[in-house]
């Protein structure tokens, strides 16, 4: 239970210090705390991932300056993964203390579930950025490739915070 908390808190930091005020190539933005929202384990309709998801959200929105984006976001997201879960997998893959991650998953699996999920949390940063209609090509590659290299960010904080035969340890 540390060790997550402790995570969880660096990753948090990371967020809000170090990638919150970096943009690159002037229209990325890296996202790590995501990674703990597609992660979680899967509970019906569950009050509490929302609640906890909404409140990290507002304290990045206070970090950030950002008029309720974080909150609005990952409330989105993990409400999306909610219903998005029971669609994708089959009924007997769906587990209550299983993490949905690419040791669990596998990668491809991994893959068709969290780009979804990761493509309409940087949808919803970016229409609040959208200052007109005219850029909206560019306005797509900039959530397209977002989305991709947040994927890319999610993978190596799996392969960093989770090992493959501790599958079970964020239970």
């Given at each position: ?9 660096i990753v948090f930091f990371l ?99 969290s780009f979804p999920l990761i ?53």
């Amino acid at each position: 239970m540390k060790n997550k908390i402790i995570s969880f808190c660096i990753v948090f930091f990371l967020q809000v210090v170090i990638f919150e005020k970096t943009y690159f190539f002037n229209s990325v933005i890296f996202s790590p705390i995501i990674f703990y929202f597609i992660i979680f384990n899967y509970t019906k309709n569950s009050f509490s991932q929302l609640t906890f998801s909404f409140v990290v959200g507002f304290l990045l929105d206070i970090f950030s300056n950002s008029p309720g984006v974080y909150s609005f976001a990952l409330s989105l997201m993990v409400f999306i993964r909610n219903f998005w879960i029971p669609f994708y997998f089959p009924f007997d893959r769906i587990s209550s203390n299983k993490l949905y991650n690419s040791y669990e998953l596998g990668i491809q699996p991994f893959l068709f579930y969290s780009f979804p999920l990761i493509f309409t949390f940087n949808s919803v940063i970016y229409i609040f950025d959208l200052s007109s209609v005219g850029v909206f090509p560019f306005f797509i590659l900039k959530i397209l490739l977002s989305t991709f290299l947040n994927f890319i960010l999610v993978l190596i904080l799996q392969f960093l915070l989770l090992s493959s035969d501790t599958k079970y340890d964020w239970n």
